[in-house]
Every structure is written in structure tokens, then in C-alpha cells.
């Protein structure tokens, strides 16, 4: 570890926040009959590590409360310049501080979770997920919370963000930019037109960390379509790879660190069920969990009354 | 009638009108030198970007320095800003309505190169998506005078560019002014609307019509989204044969259409006779034998002209005014594309 901040972090605090998520989601679902529980239990410590500390980010006053929606970006009115975005709820921009864009917005439920756990969003804000009118939405945009691009159509973010790290490269910035991706859009062409671009462009202040869980909407990955060898690949591209398990913060927030004179890609291999086990019966398909039968919602009740004692 | 033939219009004048613009970027696909930005490369080497032959990567790095308040120009064939990227063009850059410049070169049938080069849909494509707006060249003096424009717009621009050997049809002192119509001529039996390279082509025909007794209403129009235009509007009310577009694009889509649009809101009771692609890929050829082949011509024009007005004019094509052609091998272009 060579940045400062790794002595500062708090493991501990990680992973009370790694938990609130599981939990939080958990019980959306359960209220919800439906939520994207496998993805909250593969990247709770990741986004944990990255709201927890990893990411070197303005604080809030407080808890910011999900604002309505007032409208799409629109040309020709005063709003499209002064659009706020969901980074918003990253705090003040800052040439010294790091940005973090979500790449998978499949995510949404889970970086709401992760940003209700760090106080940045306001405690009862899932009431507001997929309600008309909220920026909580299904799929998040950028006006919802955590989002600053709009990345529904997977794997446009890279992109985005390493245009954002050339431009802060060129004002001498000294911030990193932050991407989080799920290992299911290296199936897109377009993340390894990114990936080449941002080596050949030397964005040494391009950071991307990824959930690679190996499930995809249609199934496994293995089974739908195969990315592996994953760290070769990206390594070949140019970047410095690291390779770590998603579930062990101390080594996840320890490479998150590292200093890097190439763009740097922290791959981490998680577990879809991780902290669930229950989830196991609904392989080899776990995208979406919507519950088949009131018995199948009275055992993920037990399940989550286990996960809260 | 001929016209001053001004080599690479935009090569130069980009290259001065960037001077004092640090906030203005070049990105490229590995067209640089064919959109005419090699020197400009040269010129300002930290704000030119090369992205290679990745279009959808480009759109979105565009997107993201947009966002950081760069404004960077896209330099490329129009076919390769929205046919392989368009999920990226309206995800990225539309939505969010950020001030990226597509400059498309190559619009319609204007290159030897065939199918996967010639943007005929480009117009149709880009009208539908929101956020957009669309400039089309249709000479030297617009060449010029459209990057002020485009640069005051607060969203996305496409831009059908012209390159290498271009016609000065319209005085250096009466630049594009946007969403203004030029009028080219006033009279009331037909309104005749045109665009890009289109133009110089109809007024090879309008003079001779006018000889014949015809009273015609031309319109170059150059911006073709928003098409608002209150001087189209009127001209399209007036006519009292009928209405004739004419575009070097698929004739569904287009100007033929956004006219189609107007007239319809408005009850206008007149024919219209939309001159373009009808409904057809085209392949690799000269511009002018293109032009002939899918009736894109002078010739066509005075065709439509005697349909709406019953009339036979007995306009030979030797009388049509001979324009120049632009070669195919030029010493005005990187490559005979």
C-alpha cells in the first residue's frame, strides 16, 4: 500500500456496510417480490470497500434525499446546463478527489443500499425505488442516486469515464476516475475498444473495479457466453490487472490502492450466493429473484430474520 | 453556370477558427487526413485525440470530455457516427444532450466508395432522435461559416460536411445563418426546397424553367432539425402548382419528409414531389453518374416540374447548364474515396 489513506480504513466499518447491503436488499425483495438479490450478495464488499473509503470522496452534510424526477436533459433550456446528475450524492467535485461511475445499471438497488449504508442517501430511500416519479428508478439514470451516466445499455461507461479521465488529465487533475463494471459486458465489443483507447491514451489515472460473478441474465456466464481468460485478456490490452476475491476487504481495499502508471483493473471474483445460501436453489439462473410461492418467500423471510439476529 | 471551386474550405478555416477555442478537441477514426483535420493535428497536437477505428469507444470518450466541458468535433465519414454507433450516439452523447460535433463527411452518394460509405438515411436517422440538431454544407461559404453556428448551439450537432473541392455558391459575406432559409428566387407557381450539394444541381434547371414562364420559390435550406423555419412555412402555403424537395438522402426521412410534415399540419392542399434515393441502397460510382442513375439531377427536377403543371417545357439536356464534376482523383482529397 502506498496511498496514505490505506491506514485509515476501517475493515470493520466495511463490513457492517457489506452486510446492510445484503440485508437491505434482502428485505426489498422480500417486500417487493422481486429484486436483483444475486447481485447485491457478489458485489456487497465491493461497493462497501468503495463507499467505505476506497474512493476519496467529498463528504455530505448529511443523508441527501432522493430527489424527484423534473425531466429528462432537455436542448434549448436553461435546465440542460445545470442538470443534476446522481453524482450529487458523491459530494463536490474536486481535482484532487476521485469520481465513481456506474457502469452495470442493473445495480441500481444495490448502489442505493451501498449509499443508504455510507449516510448519503436518506435511510428510507428504497421506499422510493421504481415508485412513478422518483429518480430511485428500476434501472438507474443519471438523475438517480450514485449515477452519473446513463448506462442502461451495459457497457457504455468505460468510454465515458476514461472521456472524463482524458479531460481531467488534461487540466492536471490529480483525482482518479472510477468505474464499476460487472464481468458481463466484456461480452460488448465496445469495452475492449475502451480498454485500447484508454492504454493508448496512458490514462494512468483510470481505475475500473469489476464484479465478476459469472452469471448473466440467461444464466452462467460459462454457458452463455465465455470472457475467460479474463486477466489475460485485459492484460494484453495493456493495463495493469490485478485479481482479487470480492469478499476479503482487507485485500480488496489494499490493491484498490496500489499506485499505478497504467490504467489499472481490479478484477474481482465473487460469489453470486455469497452470505445467501438459499439462493443456491434457484441455480443455474439467479439475474432476478421473484418468488415462485409463499413458501419460497417464508424460507428467504427465515432466511433474512437469520441474517439480522 | 460556374461557380468559384474553393479546395479543402474547411481544412484552413478550422485550423484559424480553433485558434482562440481551447476548449475545442479533434477526435478522429483513422480519417484524419480525409476529413481534412491532418493539419490541425499538426497544429494542435495536445487537442487532437486519435481513437482508431472504434467508433463506439469515440462517441463515448467524446461524451465523457463533453460532460468535463471540452467540446470535442468528431471528424469522420457520416455513415460511421450513426449507423455502428447509434445506441452510443443517442445513450452517451443524445440524452444527455452534450455539446459534441459530429462532422459527417461523405453525406448521401457523394463517394465512389459504395454502399458502406454513403450516408442516405443519415438524416432520417438523426431527425428522430431528440436532443439532435442536424446542419447540412451546401458550399464554401457554409463550409465556412457553420462552425460559429454549430459551436452556439448548446447540444448535440451533426454536420453534413463537405471536403476537398467545393463551389462557392453563395458570397463570402453572407454566412449560415441558422435555421434561416436563403431564398434564391421568388415566384408563385412552385416552391422548390433544396439542400447540400442539391442545390448547385437545381440551379443548373431553375433558370431555364424560369425562361419557360415558370415562376418558382427557391429555398436552400441548412438546417434541417429543428425545421421550424418561418420562411419554409411561408413558401410552402404560396405555391400553387405544388411543392418539389429535393435532397441528396433517401427521400423518406428526410427533407422530403420534414416538408411532407409542415404541409400536412398546415392543411396546405398541394402536391409534393420529393426528389431523392426512392427507397434504395445505392453502390460505388462518380457522383454524377449516381445523380443520373437515381434521378437526382437537373433533369429530374424539370420531370417533376411538368408533372405538377401539366406542362411540357422541352428542355433538352444539353441546355441544362453544364456544371463542373469533381473528379475522382484530386489532389483536394487524401484518398479517391
Known sequence: MSDSRAEKLDIVEMQRIASGIRKRVLAHTISNNGGYMSQACSSAELLAAMYGGVLNLAPLDGAINPPNFIGVPLVGTPSVKNYKTGAQFHGVKGASLDRFIISPAHYALVVYAALIETNRLREDGLDFFNKDGSTVEMIGAEHSPGFETTTGSLSQALSQAGGIAIARKIRGETGKTWVFMSDGEFQEGQTWEALQASSFHKLSNLRVIVDVNQAQCDGPMESVMSIEPLVDKVRAFGWKVSVVSGHDLPELTSVCLEESNQPHMILCYTDPVRGLPLLNERRPVLHYLRFKSSEEIAKYKLAYEEMVK | ?337
Not at chain 2, 241 to 253: F, L, W
Open chain 2, 1 to 337: 453556370m460556374s461557380y468559384e471551386i474553393v479546395s479543402r474550405p474547411h481544412e484552413q478555416n478550422f485550423i484559424d477558427w480553433s485558434k482562440d477555442k481551447p476548449e475545442v478537441l479533434v477526435l478522429t477514426a483513422d480519417l484524419t487526413n480525409s476529413c481534412e483535420v491532418g493539419r490541425w493535428r499538426d497544429i494542435y497536437p495536445d487537442r487532437y485525440f486519435s481513437m482508431g477505428m472504434a467508433e463506439q469507444n469515440m462517441l463515448g470518450m467524446a461524451a465523457g470530455l463533453a460532460r468535463e466541458g471540452f467540446e470535442p468535433w468528431l471528424h469522420t465519414f457520416a455513415v460511421f457516427l450513426y449507423r455502428r454507433p447509434l445506441d452510443q450516439l443517442q445513450m452517451s452523447i443524445a440524452y444527455p444532450s452534450l455539446k459534441v460535433r459530429l462532422m459527417g463527411f461523405l453525406p448521401g452518394i457523394m463517394t465512389p466508395g459504395g454502399v458502406t460509405h454513403q450516408a442516405i438515411e443519415d438524416v432520417a436517422v438523426m431527425r428522430s432522435i431528440p436532443n439532435m440538431t442536424i446542419l447540412e454544407v451546401g458550399d464554401a461559404t457554409e463550409a465556412e461559416s457553420i462552425l460559429d453556428i454549430a459551436h452556439a448551439i448548446d447540444g448535440p450537432v451533426y454536420i453534413r460536411a463537405l471536403r476537398g473541392e467545393v463551389s462557392r455558391i453563395f458570397p463570402k459575406n453572407e454566412p449560415f445563418k441558422f435555421n434561416t432559409a436563403r431564398i434564391l428566387s421568388t415566384g408563385s407557381d412552385i416552391t422548390l426546397i433544396t439542400s447540400g450539394i442539391m442545390t448547385e444541381e437545381a440551379l443548373r434547371a431553375v433558370p431555364l424553367l424560369q425562361e419557360k414562364g415558370v415562376g418558382i420559390t427557391h429555398l436552400h435550406v441548412s438546417t434541417l432539425k429543428p425545421f421550424t423555419d418561418p420562411i419554409v412555412i411561408k413558401a410552402l402555403e404560396t405555391a400553387k402548382y405544388g411543392v418539389i424537395t429535393m435532397e441528396n438522402h433517401s427521400i423518406i426521412g428526410g427533407i422530403g419528409s420534414a416538408v411532407a410534415e409542415l404541409m400536412a399540419e398546415s392543411g396546405s392542399g398541394v402536391a409534393l414531389k420529393r426528389i431523392g434515393l426512392k427507397d434504395t441502397y445505392a453502390h460505388g460510382a462518380s457522383q454524377k453518374y449516381l445523380m443520373s442513375e437515381y434521378g437526382l439531377d437537373a433533369k429530374a427536377l424539370v420531370g417533376e416540374v411538368e408533372k405538377l403543371m401539366s406542362q411540357e417545357f422541352n428542355i433538352s439536356e444539353s441546355e441544362l447548364v453544364e456544371v463542373r464534376t469533381v473528379s475522382v482523383h484530386s489532389s483536394a482529397k487524401a484518398e479517391a474515396l
